[in-house]
Structure formats: C-alpha cells, structure tokens
C-alpha cells in the first residue's frame, strides 16, 4: 500500500502560481512513477503531469506546458507540481496518484494503483 497526501491547493490570481506537494508513505522502497490529474465537477478526471521514478522522464499535458513543472525529492517521497501563470480554467481539484506498473509514466488515470484525497486549486479573474 501507498498512502498519498497532498497538503497544499488554496487560492491564487489569475497569472499567479501555486506549488503543490504530495507525499508518499508506505512502499516507500518501491520505485514507482507518480503523476498529476485534475478534475472539475461533471468531468473526468485529467491528466496534468507526470514523472517516473528517477525524474529522468516527465510528460505534460498540452494544456499546462509551458507553465507547470513535475518534480520529485526521493529522498523525503515528495513529488511537486509547480503551477505558474495561472489561469481560472486551471481552478480544479487536484489528485496525485502512485502508478506502480510499467516502465515508463502513464497518462492515463486507470494506470494508477494509489491515490490521495485531492485538494482543491482555485484561480480568480
């Protein structure tokens, strides 16, 4: 089991940023990638970033590249998503999910064996 919990979210200006933490504990010693999704009521859940477990490989998606970043520290089992030039269509809830399979990161949410409780991002106009 991998427990998830991302701590961060809140509120921010449109053309503001916003950093959000996740952090693992569990099967700490297994190595697997980590990502970023979001989800608006009504929607499916989508994805927004993600990274294996090295840092060597991350895939954005279209809609926030160029201004997210995914990072991760092993050491404390922390992945990031940094968020800059925010805008309202970014206002979602926020989930960080541990995929334990394949070997590279994937894009899609049925990949992910683990999941945290999400934390809501707002973005104002």
């Known amino acids: 089991q991998v427990q998830l919990v991302e701590p961060g979210g809140g509120s921010a200006q449109a053309g503001g940023s916003l950093r959000l933490p996740c952090a693992a504990s569990?099967?700490?010693?297994?190595?697997?990638?980590m990502g970023w999704f979001r989800q608006t009521p009504g929607k499916e859940r989508e994805f927004v970033a993600t990274?294996?477990?090295?840092?060597?490989?991350?895939y954005l998606s279209d809609s926030v590249k160029g201004r997210f970043t995914i990072s991760r520290d092993n050491a404390k089992n922390t992945v990031y998503l940094q968020m800059n030039s925010l805008n309202p269509e970014d206002t979602a809830v926020y989930y960080c999910?541990?995929?334990?399979?394949?070997?590279?990161?994937?894009?899609?949410?049925?990949?992910?064996?683990?999941w945290g409780q999400g934390t809501q991002v707002t973005v104002s106009s």
């Open positions: 990274i294996n477990w090295s840092a060597s490989i991350t």
């Open positions: 999910g541990a995929d334990l399979r394949g070997p590279t990161p994937s894009r899609e949410s049925n990949w992910y064996d683990f």
């Open positions: 569990g099967r700490t010693s297994s190595r697997y990638h």
